[in-house]
């Protein structure tokens, strides 16, 4: 009896700490979302925005701020911060975030002892027992779990914030996308003028006598093939418009915004950018999913250690019994205290198992982040050669081509003032310049475009391949068919 007491108040105290420290963990009163973007602003520091906000008073305020940004022009850095505060899919993952976040603050929770009473009767004693047990692993192991835990959180907090990184870059992409096309669209306007003033011309002078009919016919021609082409301009800007307002989460009212006039000015390449071994060393320090694969890793390798040890001892428990005797006669009460431990016999599975398939998970994980690093450095690669060559395509586009063809176009006129031009040599003239600066605004957005996929591969994965250059746009068919 003297022995035991001592005993059992080391454990009581024990387990008193292990319950404090339990307590210590609490689920984050925002979700984990302050983490995910303070980790998003640290990879990327022009990064400006907020994420939707717990608190309803400051997400009223939100709102407000949101329709402040509808009213003016949208700009490319508003597009971002829009996307951020409304897109319902970023918010499903902040919201899973949140739910994880629980759930680890669950699992380091102290299950509930078992209270076990028992009333045992014979002739001439009545036998109460008590006992009370919980499970003694899961208070050995807390400050393990409480380590694997925090780890799991920081990966979990890592992926969203790399999710709040694709989000932005998406943002970025489709309010470029959008820009451009409405640049085009209303430069295949100016296009189609110039066609309907030719075809009006060339109907005049079949009627009177001075152009044949198969002259007339090709001017006709002309403007069947520049109105297909601006429909298409038109249908493009349209469909463009409509993955912005995917991308941002807008809809109704919010929908009707007005965007910028026109791109960013094309810059100069930076010096950072120069070098691609530079950066490509640069992403394998500060990619997101890199940093998220190697915490894996190293979760993964130091729970193998403990893999086997679990599998065999997982169910160890620990009970304390009060057990009262009372003689019926007598009245006579005799009371026995004690402990006991259960200990699972390992007659069957030695743990042999779970160590091959712990060994198993750290090889798949070892695995993922070769696969993670190799892809990032194919990404950069892939991005830096892209960002170079559209930027020179963009820059001939401004610096040559359309020099060229406003000087092609100056000759063109005076020469027309000195009857040395036809009016027919004008007009073909207007609609080659046309098609020249919508090519030129092409070039130019998709510079802007690989802008974004590289900085997006130097701080996290591409959720697409890098933009493609060359393909056939509507300027480039409709010049194509003017000639």
Do not use: K
């Not at 950072?272 to 190697?294: C, F, G, H, P």
């Not at 065999?312 to 402990?339: A, C, I, K, M, P």
């Not at 000759?411 to 073909?428: F, H, I, K, Q």
């Amino acid at each position: 009896m003297n022995t035991t007491a001592p005993t059992l108040w080391r454990l009581t105290a024990a387990a008193a700490a292990l319950t404090v420290l339990a307590g210590c963990a609490s689920v984050s009163p925002d979700g984990l979302q302050g983490r995910a973007m303070e980790q998003a602003a640290r990879s990327a520091p022009t990064l400006a925005a907020q994420l939707p906000p717990a608190d309803p008073a400051t997400r009223s305020e939100a709102q407000a701020q949101l329709r402040t940004w509808l009213a003016q022009p949208l700009t490319q850095d508003n597009a971002v911060r829009i996307a951020l505060l409304h897109q319902p899919a970023l918010r499903v993952r902040l919201a899973e975030l949140g739910i994880q976040d629980a759930q680890r603050v669950q699992a380091l929770q102290l299950p509930n002892p078992h209270l076990t009473l028992g009333r045992l009767v014979n002739g001439h004693e009545r036998e109460i027992e008590r006992s009370l047990s919980f499970g003694l692993l899961d208070l050995i192991t807390l400050p393990w779990r409480t380590q694997r835990q925090a780890e799991a959180r920081d990966h979990a907090t890592l992926l969203a914030a790399q999710d709040v990184l694709q989000v932005a870059a998406d943002a970025r992409r489709a309010w470029l996308r959008a820009v451009a096309a409405e640049q085009v669209a209303a430069v295949h306007s100016r296009m189609v003028e110039a066609a309907e003033a030719g075809a009006e011309l060339a109907q005049r002078m079949a009627r009177t006598g001075n152009w044949s009919r198969l002259q007339w016919a090709r001017e006709q021609a002309l403007l069947s093939d520049a109105r297909a082409s601006q429909a298409r301009a038109q249908l493009a800007a349209a469909t463009a418009r409509e993955q912005l307002h995917r991308t941002l989460g807008l809809w109704g009212g919010n929908a009707s915004f007005t965007l910028a006039s026109s791109l960013p000015a094309l810059p100069a390449v930076p010096a950072d950018v120069l070098n691609a071994q530079a950066l490509e060393t640069q992403a394998l320090a500060q990619r997101l999913d890199l940093q998220a694969a190697r915490r894996q890793l190293d979760t993964t390798s130091t729970r193998a250690g403990w893999a086997g040890a679990a599998a065999l001892f997982g169910s160890v428990g620990l009970g304390y019994q009060r057990n009262t005797t009372t003689e019926r006669d007598s009245g006579h009460r005799d009371t026995t205290r004690g402990w006991e431990l259960e200990l699972p016999l390992p007659l069957f599975d030695w743990g042999g198992t779970a160590r091959t398939a712990a060994r198993l998970e750290v090889e798949r994980n070892a695995a993922q982040l070769q696969d993670t690093a190799l892809r990032a450095r194919t990404e950069v690669r892939t991005a830096w050669l892209t960002y170079r060559t559209s930027h020179d395509l963009a820059r001939q586009q401004r610096d040559e081509v359309l020099p060229l063809r406003t000087l092609i176009q100056s000759e063109t006129t005076l020469r027309y003032n000195g009857m040395l031009a036809s009016v027919w040599d004008l007009l073909a003239e207007a609609r080659t310049a046309a098609a020249a600066s919508a090519r030129a605004i092409e070039a130019q957005r998709d510079f802007w475009l690989a802008d974004t996929d590289l900085r997006l591969a130097l701080i996290g994965a591409l959720d697409t391949p890098a933009t493609a250059l060359g393909t056939t746009t509507p300027a480039e068919a409709a010049d194509s068919r003017g000639h």
